[in-house]
């Protein structure tokens, strides 16, 4: 199976700045698109933004202009990049990809275990 591990979350001041990563392993044959997904204790779980298997790249409204979303394909690794973090952003944070363990298999969901973000002074 695809193992996802999410890393880089903390506590951080409003203003601040933090940087994900999501490191895929396993039996992995291909990955084609990614995204980070968060989750605040009491709402519903939201998109906050997608990167396709060239690059492509997709942004909820409340992030778009402070969060970069990258990937290397290389290590399958998918990054967040979050710049002045306000609290709001406080979430847990969760990788997802979309992948195939074989050739002849179809792709499917991913779920890494999450890491939280809480912004707060």
């Known amino acids: 199976q695809v193992q996802l591990v999410e890393s880089g979350g903390g506590l951080v001041q409003p203003g601040g700045s933090l940087r994900l990563s999501c490191a895929a392993s396993g039996s992995i044959f291909s990955i084609g698109a990614m995204g980070w997904y968060r989750q605040a204790p009491g709402k519903q779980r939201e998109l906050v933004a997608t990167?396709?298997?060239?690059?492509?790249?997709n942004y909820a409204d409340s992030v778009k202009g402070r969060f970069t979303i990258s990937r290397d394909n290389a290590n399958n690794t998918m990054y967040l990049q979050m710049f002045n973090l306000k609290p709001e952003d406080t979430a847990v944070y969760y990788c997802?990809?979309?992948?195939?363990?074989?050739?002849?298999?179809?792709?499917?969901?991913?779920w890494g275990r999450g890491t939280q973000v809480t912004v707060s002074s």
């Open positions: 990167i396709s298997s060239v690059g492509s790249t």
């Open positions: 997802n990809a979309n992948a195939r363990l074989t050739w002849y298999s179809a792709f499917k969901d991913y």
